[in-house]
Each structure stands twice: as C-alpha cells, then as structure tokens.
C-alpha cells in the first residue's frame, strides 16, 4: 500500500507557473505507474497526465500537452507535474494517483488507478 501527499497548488494568474509535487509513503514506489488527474466545480475527475515506473514514458492530455510536464524521482518517492502557461480552465482540485498493475500501456482511466491523495486546490484567475 502507499499513501500519497500532494502540495504546491494556489492560486495564479492566467500565464503563470505552478509545479505540483506528491510524496509517497512505502519502499515500492518504482512498481507504480504514476498519474495527475484533476477535477474542476461541477465536473467529473478527468485525467491529466501519467508517468511509467522508469520515468522514461509519458503521457497526457490533449487539453495540457505542450503545457504541463509529469516527471518522478524514485529515489525519494516523488512524482511532480509542472505547469507553465496556466489558464482559467485548468482551475480545478488536483490530484495524484498511484497504479499498481502493470498493464504494457499506461492507463488513463480512473477507476484503474488503486491509491489517490487528498488533492491539492489550482485556481487560476483571468
């Protein structure tokens, strides 16, 4: 099992940068796939982006690519999204997730991923 924590949200101005950053509990941190998902007021969760357990693939996004980068650091069980060019619609309650099953692909779907933090608050003002 591992627990996650994630911090660095707040609230921006459109155009500005914000990294987001999630520390996992537990000495198997490399075994998980990693995801960002995000879920605005009145919307569902969505996904966001998604690292292997190397750190040597990615994904994302339509709606952040070129924007927003996931990156990982096994060595001290943290997982980071940094987000440039930030607009009012990425405002929203961010989340990190942790999947367990290796499945040849990374996932983006929700309900695949088995650990969730608390989530952490992006608001992004016009």
């Known amino acids: 099992q591992v627990q996650l924590v994630e911090s660095g949200g707040g609230l921006v101005q459109a155009g500005d940068s914000l990294r987001l950053s999630c520390a996992a509990s537990?000495?198997?941190?490399?075994?998980?796939?990693m995801g960002w998902f995000r879920q605005a007021p009145g919307k569902e969760r969505e996904f966001v982006a998604v690292?292997?357990?190397?750190?040597?693939?990615?994904n994302y996004a339509d709606s952040v690519k070129g924007r927003f980068t996931i990156s990982r650091d096994n060595a001290v069980n943290t997982v980071a999204l940094q987000m440039n060019s930030l607009r009012p619609e990425d405002t929203a309650v961010y989340y990190c997730?942790?999947?367990?099953?290796?499945?040849?692909?990374?996932?983006?779907?929700?309900?695949?991923?088995?650990?969730w933090g608390q989530g952490t608050q992006v608001t992004v003002s016009s």
């Open positions: 537990g000495r198997t941190f490399s075994s998980y796939a």
């Open positions: 997730a942790a999947d367990r099953v290796y499945r040849g692909t990374l996932s983006l779907r929700e309900r695949e991923y088995d650990y």
């Open positions: 690292v292997s357990r190397s750190g040597g693939e990615t």
